[in-house]
């Protein structure tokens, strides 16, 4: 639902990757956005409507996403299609982040437009440290990637977490994504991914700035 940059972009993509789509939008003008080779539905109405989200086929989908600009249309729309139609992979997008905890605890998969952009710009301003990619519907708890010191380098991944004081999710090697062992040595050009919980982002990101104590 919603046919703006995000919904036409969104459609593109997935019809690229080989799945049937169906665009719903209150105006017909927004399916200008759809490139003319689009063999998707274009479906003129209001998103939470029942009838409407029947015309797009809402019965055979396997997935719905409400990206509209409005936060109400698109929880109300997201909550229709779970609880009436039973569609089970869900997502809404939210521009308050207050509201967009709210209805994660309400079991909405939620993108919380403003923080995320946040996160994002946080990331390329302020290299150094650690900015959270994803927090659980609780915000009590963070993945987040952390700047490392190249002192670090030639060490091994339970040496890092021992001193750190956490875990390594995942290592961004040359671009693809790993789980690391406790004897994987860190590399140079590894980005790390840690899960933690947020109060201890500080300090995590404290120790691997630092480098090991004595180290070379």
Known sequence: ????????????????????????????????????????????????????????????????????????????????????????RVAARIYDPRRAEVYQRLGIPTVATVRWTADQMLRKLLPDGAEPLWRDPTGKIVLAEVAVSPRWFGEKIKTVEAAAGTRIAFIDRLGEAMVPTPVTVLQEGDVLHVIAPEGELGRIAAVLSAGPEGGH
């Open 1 to 88: 639902m919603g046919c703006g940059r995000v919904g036409s972009t969104l459609a593109h993509i997935l019809e690229d990757r080989g799945n049937a789509v169906a665009v719903i939008d209150q105006d017909p003008e927004a399916f200008r956005k759809l490139r003319a080779s689009f063999k998707g539905s274009r479906v003129t109405g209001v998103g939470f409507d029942r009838d409407v989200l029947v015309q797009a086929g809402i019965d055979k989908a396997d997935a719905f996403a409400a990206v509209s600009s409005g936060d109400n249309s698109n929880i109300i729309s997201a909550r229709v299609a779970r609880e009436s139609f039973g569609i089970e």
